[in-house]
T-cell receptor
Framework: DTGVSQNPRHKITKRGQNVTFRCDPI?????LYWYRQTLGQGPEFLTY????????KSRLLSDRFSAERPKGSFSTLEIQRTEQGDSAMYLC??????????????FGPGTRLTVT | AQKITQTQPGMFVQEKEAVTLDCTYD???????LFWYKQPSSGEMIFLIY??????QNATEGRYSLNFQKARKSANLVISASQLGDSAMYFC?????????????FGQGTRLTINP
């Protein structure tokens, strides 16, 4: 197991275009999280999945953002009609249930989005 | 509201010295957890140490220890015998349980630079 992976690592897009990012969590982890990190700030929570169910969404996640985890494995985060303010690092993390493990979230390397 | 405050934007330390990174938190939850993550320039968030609110002893992981003072709502990270590879951003985070999810709330981070 090589940990959480994210693709692409970098994405440059023009304002108004749609983009999609993928996250592959650690295989036995049933919980998956998306965070956004802007320059000079700590990560901010966006959304959370337990298996395939999306159980929590931050108000940061406007209606231009949608996330899915169709089979409870990998997840995608789509941003429609991108804006320059969407430029950020998008981080994915996964974890086991707190009942069976520590509370540690394992993070991927992130996807850096630049909207021009 | 739940909040993490890291008051040191940057710290400069000589190699082999110990360093303390400050973290204070605000929460109305009775049960919570506190994490420290390291983020090198590559961008990946690396878990360092965890302290639960009901843990009576301070957490330790190798050269890392967490100085947990519950009454003061502080959770400072102590790195002993600093190394050049410790140069990175360090984030303090608090775990909140929402529908079984461990949503992390991060501080703004401290950039640590180890000088040879």
């Amino acid at each position: 197991d090589t940990g959480v992976s994210q693709n692409p690592r970098h994405k440059i897009t023009k304002r108004g275009q749609n983009v999609t990012f993928r996250c592959d969590p650690i295989s036995e982890h049933n919980r998956l999280y998306w965070y956004r990190q802007t320059l000079g700030q700590g990560p901010e929570f966006l959304t959370y999945f337990q298996n395939e169910a999306q159980l929590e969404k931050s108000r940061l996640l406007s209606d231009r953002f949608s996330a899915e985890r169709p089979k409870g494995s990998f997840s995608t985060l789509e941003i429609q009609r991108t804006e320059q303010g969407d430029s950020a690092m998008y981080l994915c993390a996964s974890s086991l249930s707190p009942a069976v493990s520590s509370y540690e979230q394992y993070f991927g390397p992130g996807t850096r989005l630049t909207v021009t | 509201a739940q909040k993490i405050t890291q008051t040191q934007p940057g710290m400069f330390v000589q190699e082999k010295e110990a360093v303390t990174l400050d973290c204070t938190y605000d929460t109305s939850d009775q049960s919570y957890g506190l994490f420290w993550y390291k983020q090198p320039s590559s961008g990946e968030m690396i878990f360092l140490i965890y302290q639960g609110s009901y843990d009576e002893q301070n957490a330790t992981e190798g050269r890392y220890s967490l100085n947990f003072q519950k009454a003061r709502k502080s959770a400072n990270l102590v790195i002993s015998a600093s190394q050049l590879g410790d140069s990175a951003m360090y984030f303090c985070a608090m775990r909140r349980l929402i529908q079984g999810a461990q949503k992390l709330v991060f501080g703004q981070g401290t950039r640590l630079t180890i000088n040879p």
